[in-house]
């Protein structure tokens, strides 16, 4: 393979270049410049490895060129992803004289200052050596078991569990033939975990070939926004898959973000059963604060008597719906269901009886459905034909044995000559 097609990525857009060997980098930041309008000073050109997840090689020379073009051949990949980034004025390398020290040669030292951006790298970055050396202590077994999903979702490999209880951590890659390893157990009888062994290094490369992640369950989901949701609870779940593929390149799927957002909503509130059996603390407050307020959480039976509260208003009204469906016309019925919302949300006992006696349907007028026959031949009662009505039905006479009611094939009769 001495031709590749390579796809350059910058920002939102992308420019294909066809890529072979012995062709010069210069060149290549030529083209991509003269694209977009960029100083060719300031593009860096990152190509990424295949099936290696997080795996970028910075293209410093027309010879790592040549590399990632036999790299692809060996991999089988027909097409290299490049990643143009700029430099941003803040990546500019700033040299200064260093006031640092002040004896000897001090005029000629220089100093180099680095101000890099952190909201450009990708945050899953910082997890990276979240799991580093035996010896190192973790503060519970929840605390294992989130740092091993903010590793592996680093890293871009899958593990399965050898042993996961109270007491022990153990687990393995998922490719039956890799040697990585982790293994941690409690510490005396407290809650913190100590890495007992680790072999830190994929013999099976350690790439996932797909950004959904399957580590990204709802709970890991539900800890990366729970500060996002406390401060805006009305975080949409496609806002929060956008985010996440955004900031730690992880693609989760819809009902993924929604059900992290839930796990987010039960950590910061708790559960939302539970939050109804404050109303009597509730009671209890108002009551301490206002002295001469009156507080009857069992007020509603007796207000409304023939009301039954315990039936769920929504499967109610779907039940009324389907009961008025095809009865009354059109703008009938949607009067019906505006006066039964009227019922069910009234204030007061006179609003809810007027609603239902408004309601009531000795005043609808009730129409036959509008019926129409379907096209085609019925497939029961069928119209008789003309023929069937005016001659009697014919009758087969077998010409092996010369009698009626059956043909040759089902003939049993000796044959008559």
């Not at 035996?134 to 077994?141: D, H, I, K, M, P």
């Not at 009156?294 to 039940?319: G, M, Q, T």
Request: with cysteine.
């Amino acid at each position: 393979m001495d031709r590749l097609p390579g796809i350059f990525n910058y920002k939102d857009e992308a420019y294909v270049i066809h890529l072979h060997r012995g062709m010069a980098l210069d060149d290549i930041v030529s083209d991509v410049c003269k694209r977009w309008t960029l100083s060719a000073e300031k593009v860096e050109l990152k190509c990424r490895i295949p099936e290696q997840y997080n795996s970028k090689m910075t293209m410093t020379s027309g010879e790592d060129v040549d590399r990632m073009i036999d790299m692809h051949a060996m991999l089988n990949s027909r097409i290299m992803n490049v990643e143009v980034h700029v430099s941003s004025p803040q990546d500019v390398l700033t040299i200064r004289p260093s006031s640092a020290l002040s004896s000897g040669n001090a005029s000629n030292v220089l100093a180099l200052e680095v101000n890099s951006s952190q909201d450009e790298s990708n945050r899953s970055e910082l997890w990276y050596e979240i799991i580093h050396s035996v010896g190192q202590t973790l503060n519970s077994v929840e605390h294992v078991r989130s740092e091993l999903t903010k590793f592996a979702i680093a890293r871009g490999f899958d593990y399965i569990f050898v042993k996961n209880d109270l007491t022990r951590v153990t687990v393995k890659c998922k490719v039956a033939k890799c040697n990585w390893y982790f293994h941690a157990i409690r510490v005396g009888g407290g809650p913190h975990f100590q890495i007992k062994q680790l072999d830190n290094v994929h013999t099976c490369g350690g790439g996932l070939s797909t950004q959904r992640h399957p580590r990204a369950s709802k709970k890991w989901v539900g800890s990366i926004i729970q500060g996002k949701i406390a401060d805006s609870p009305l975080y949409r779940p496609k806002d929060i898959k956008k985010d996440i593929f955004r900031d730690y390149g992880v693609d989760v799927p819809y009902y993924q973000a929604w059900w992290g957002k839930e796990y987010a909503y039960r950590e910061l509130l708790g559960d939302e059963r539970c939050s109804f059996d404050s109303l009597r603390w509730y009671k209890d407050a108002i009551e301490c604060s206002n002295p001469n307020s009156i507080v009857d959480l069992e007020a509603i039976p007796e207000i409304f008597p023939e009301s039954y509260n315990a039936y769920c208003l929504r499967h109610l009204k779907a039940n009324f719906s389907k009961h008025v469906a095809g009865k009354c016309h059109g703008k009938t019925t949607q009067k019906l269901l505006s006066l039964f919302d009227q019922a069910a949300y009234a204030y007061r006992a006179e609003e809810h009886e007027v609603a239902m006696r408004t309601m009531d349907f000795n005043d609808v007028q009730i129409r036959p459905p509008l019926t129409k026959s379907r096209p085609g031949r019925r497939k029961k009662n069928r119209i008789p034909s003309q023929q069937s009505l005016e001659f009697d039905k014919m009758v087969y006479t077998c010409s092996r044995c010369k009698q009626p009611g059956h043909n040759r094939k089902s003939c049993s009769n000796p044959i008559v000559e």
